[in-house]
Nanobody
Framework: QVQLVESGGGLVQAGGSLRLSCAASGRIFSIHAMGWYRQAPGEQRELVAAISALGATEYSDSVKGRFTISRDNGKNVVYLQMNSLKPEDTAVYYC???????????????????WGQGTQVTVSS
């Protein structure tokens, strides 16, 4: 099993920044691609950013140029740096990990088999 624990969420004014962290433990050797999803009330969970085992990245159009995903394999942590935050970024943010042994980016939610508990990000206008 793999455990994922997110941290770094909170309340921030529009235009501000936050950095989310996701610490992985357990059978971490089985983790390959990782991603950050978010879910706003009444909305479906959506992919925000993904990173492959080799460090390739992908972003949703809504956050491209503002958010940066990165990973520190030595510390078993993945980060999401969020800049120029907007009220529409308000959501619960989830870290996800895929055990599928591929080197590519994983973009589909069905391929992620480990999830964190989520951390709330609230952006005030």
């Amino acid at each position: 099993q793999v455990q994922l624990v997110e941290s770094g969420g909170g309340l921030v004014q529009a235009g501000g920044s936050l950095r989310l962290s996701c610490a992985a433990s357990g059978r971490i050797f089985s983790i390959h691609a990782m991603g950050w999803y978010r879910q706003a009330p009444g909305e479906q969970r959506e992919l925000v950013a993904a990173i492959s085992a080799l460090g390739a990245t992908e972003y949703s159009d809504s956050v491209k140029g503002r958010f940066t995903i990165s990973r520190d394999n030595g510390k078993n942590v993945v980060y999401l740096q969020m800049n120029s935050l907007k009220p529409e970024d308000t959501a619960v943010y989830y870290c996800a990990a895929a055990s599928t042994p591929v080197l590519r980016i994983v973009s589909h939610i069905s391929e992620y088999n480990y999830w964190g508990q989520g951390t709330q990000v609230t952006v005030s206008s």
